[in-house]
């Protein structure tokens, strides 16, 4: 991993307040402010610099307004592959304060490793960026082959040219979501984390918790052990001595990761509940991020950005790396853009705690066709929150997450998430048009692509080729095209080097997955699935 420290550095600033340690300075750089063309330069010098923000003292006769957007040059020290250098970067920030005539106060629009990471990871954007280019003129020219030979199959040909629409749509909607503004918002908060054997990851999530960058006067932890069998008792146990806010609770008999969610909310004095997984970690920066949109009344759930650990022998991590990212920074933002994020997924969340307290009864106890809903927490509870508030997502909040290591895990876990979505769709339908009218159209299509999706592939791959002797060939191409397009994404925004992973769930979504969603449909009802 890359370490980055800024220079130059005398020491660090007396009766720090700040959430990252202040340094003093005395580096001259020049700050340029406003908007091409217009933008002036300005002589300056760093006072003192952090992560987030920076003190600068400009030249005299020369002025900046509060709330003007800034670029400054410090210099940085990256050591990567064992090589250490040196060099001047651009870090964007905003004006927050005037402490005297010539002395500013400076907020950074991301952290100054984020900021210099994403500088060096241009050349890898460039390859993915044109990658993406070319790949959308041959989509584009595949669907215009669909046009063509409208007629001789129009069911099939309506689905692949709807789909392309679709999907297309939401890569274009994503690009005009904006990560939620900093608001130095620090309302007191409360992070409950149900578990149930995880003795093998418990400790580390409760610790990366209280590594968070937020005031621990503010923030407070909540364990629950949903009637483990294992030590994650014993685990959760041992770290009350080590960190005197840490509560913890146990239930003798499992009741489900709901009752320990809605205890965990009773038990509560912070007004922002974050929920994290049992077997996730959250980044430093995170648990600050995700509560910044509350600041907004309007807001009552935010969904964090969650990462899947990619671990050097599971084939599964790395499959489930793309398709994780594809489902948050282009379906949840492209939802977000609306106010409307459909499910806030259960390892990284953050609600208004008075909009929870408000449903919890009705969520606790919610029933489906006569029956207990026992699984789908995240999504029910994101449908709750959105009969009254907004919800949105926040990709600076981002938490990384294990998945399964074994087959028969990873088909439970996928046939666990299709059941939720078959009970919370027909609950989410009877409210989704009262959102914004692309939100609205946006959430139908996707249903109709999903029921429709098992039909379609089975009719272009077997039926057609069987009746008629034609290829399935350009049918193949097109998913896979629309596919590689995403991944080119996911490789554009993180650099990675396993992007392609992500065609193998092209793969078996087209041989498994799609045909999953029928069997969950059908068994619905039935509570007893689990990843474990």
Known sequence: MNELHVLPVKD?????????????????????????????????????????GALVELDYGTTLQVGERVRLHVSVQADRAQSTSVASFPIFGTVI??????????????????????????????????????LGIAIALLKM?????????????????????????????????????DQGYLPTITLIIAA????????????????????????????????SKDKTWEAMSALTKEYSTLKIFRFEKNKGKRHGMAYGAEQATGDVLVYVD?????????????????????????????????????FISKMEAARYYISHRIMKAAES????????????????RSAVMRILPDWLNQTFMGTQATFGDDRSLTNFILRTHQVIYHSGARCVTFVPNKWSQFFRQQLRWKKSWARETTVAARQMYKMHPIAAFSYYASIIL???????ALRAIVVIPLMTSASCLPYLSGLFLMYTFLCLFYCYHTQSKTWYYGLAF????????????????????RNHWGTR
């Open 12 to 52: 660090v600033v007396a009766n720090e307040q700040r959430r990252y340690p202040r340094l003093v300075s005395t580096e001259r750089t020049r700050i340029k402010a406003g908007r091409w063309p217009l933008r002036n330069s300005h002589k300056a010098v760093v006072r003192d610099l952090s992560e987030t």
């Open 97 to 134: 304060r005037k402490e005297s005539r010539h002395l500013y106060g400076l907020r950074f629009t991301q952290t100054v490793a984020e900021q210099v990471q994403n500088k060096l990871s241009v050349p890898r954007k460039i390859f993915a960026g044109s990658g993406i280019f070319l």
């Open 145 to 181: 082959r669909n046009v063509s030979v409208f007629w001789y199959e129009p069911a099939l040909e309506t689905y692949s040219i709807f789909a392309a629409v679709f999907v297309l749509s939401r890569v274009g909607i994503s690009m005009f979501y904006r990560e939620p503004a």
């Open 196 to 227: 149930m054997n995880e003795e093998a990851h418990i400790a580390d999530t409760i610790r990366h918790c209280y590594r968070s960058r937020y005031p621990h006067e503010k923030m407070e932890v909540i364990a629950i052990d949903d009637g």
């Open 278 to 314: 049992s077997d996730s970690y959250v980044d430093p920066e995170s648990v600050y991020r995700i509560v910044q949109p509350f600041a907004n009344s309007k807001i009552g759930a935010v969904s964090g950005h969650v990462l899947a650990v990619e671990e050097k022998d599971n």
């Open 337 to 352: 853009v609306f106010g409307a994020v459909t499910c806030c997924p259960g390892a990284f969340s953050a609600y208004r």
């Open 450 to 456: 999903t029921v429709l999706s098992p039909i379609m």
């Open 506 to 525: 092209a793969c078996l979504y087209l041989t498994v997955l799609c045909y999953q969603n029928y069997y969950a449909m059908l068994t619905v009802r």
